[in-house]
């Protein structure tokens, strides 16, 4: 009868001068599936931007945050009649915001009202949907942007300063809005210089404005019509009118009704064809 075989250890261990480790068998570990990291945060500035309901108490808010940029957060319990967040949770009141978690959507876990702005209504509530619509169309999520942030704060508060949206400074305060997320967002370049060449842009010359190439010079033919137009490619604008849009003039003659069609025709091509319906509300109501 053939000898049963030897395990390889004990056959090295039997010849002299080789060691039984010399071959070792490694036994491979299991792989341990890694821990999702839970994310914690409290005291946040926070906007709630849209809210919609989820299961029966409960809320899903789009919030724009300071320092998270735009995120989801589910307020559980939100819309039980004795829930204290009812009356934190309002649009264009800042709040401070604590919540948890690791999905796409988090768990709101505290939310406390800052204060500081008048309820907004009537036109300037409008204006405030607009801007909303905006940052929810524009904003990817949890991309913060702090300046934006603090830019809607500040149009917030001052539309809180005027209750019937009639005031002469509504429709600069929309262009200011308009510009700072542009610029944010990389969208819109300086309008005092040409994007090209890096020439100052010269007050009496005409100049169109390229949502992917920048500022460009008008032809020669353009530069004597002296007037402003839409076309296939875009509108004509005089160079004064960008250098008061840079500069934040809305005195200089012309420089809104510019300051108007450039962020019409900008947003148009950031945001596609589905129009804004909060938009088209305010152009009703004459104010966009």
């Not at 009202?113 to 209504?121: D, E, F, I, K």
């Not at 001052?158 to 990389?186: K, M, Q, S």
């Not at 009496?204 to 920048?214: C, I, N």
Request: net charge neutral; charged share 20%; hydrophobic share 40%.
């Amino acid at each position: 009868m053939d000898p049963l075989p030897l395990p390889q250890d004990v056959l090295l261990a039997a010849k002299p001068g080789l060691s039984p480790v010399a071959n070792p068998i490694v036994a491979t570990p299991p792989k341990r599936r890694p821990r999702t990291r839970i994310e914690r945060v409290h005291d946040e500035p926070a906007y709630v931007l849209h809210a919609h309901p989820w299961k029966e108490t409960s809320l899903i808010l789009d919030v724009f945050s300071r320092h998270h940029g735009r995120l989801a957060l589910v307020a559980k319990g939100a819309k039980r009649p004795t829930s204290q967040l009812r009356t934190v949770l309002l649009g264009f009141q800042p709040f401070a915001a604590s919540w948890s978690g690791s999905g796409e959507v988090r768990t709101l876990t505290r939310a406390d009202w800052s204060g500081g702005v008048v309820p907004l209504a009537g036109r300037p509530l409008l204006c405030g949907f607009y801007f909303n619509e905006l940052l929810v169309r524009l904003l990817a999520r949890e991309d913060a942007h702090e300046a934006l942030f603090d830019a809607y704060h500040a149009a917030v508060v001052e539309l809180g300063t005027d209750p019937h949206g009639w005031a002469a400074g509504v429709e600069p305060l929309l262009r200011r809005f308009e510009i700072n997320l542009l610029r944010e967002l990389g969208y819109l370049p300086p309008l005092d210089r040409e994007s090209q060449s890096d020439q100052p842009v010269r007050a009496d010359a005409y100049y169109s404005v390229d949502p992917q190439l920048g500022i460009l010079p008008a032809s020669a033919d353009a530069h004597r019509a002296e007037v402003n137009f839409i076309g296939p490619g875009g509108g004509l604008y005089l160079g004064a009118h960008l250098l008061a849009i840079e500069s934040n003039d809305w005195a200089q003659d012309g420089s809104t009704r510019a300051a108007k069609t450039l962020m019409r025709e900008l947003l148009h091509y950031h945001l596609g064809t589905q129009p804004l319906r909060t938009r088209q509300l305010l152009i009703d109501l004459h104010q966009l």
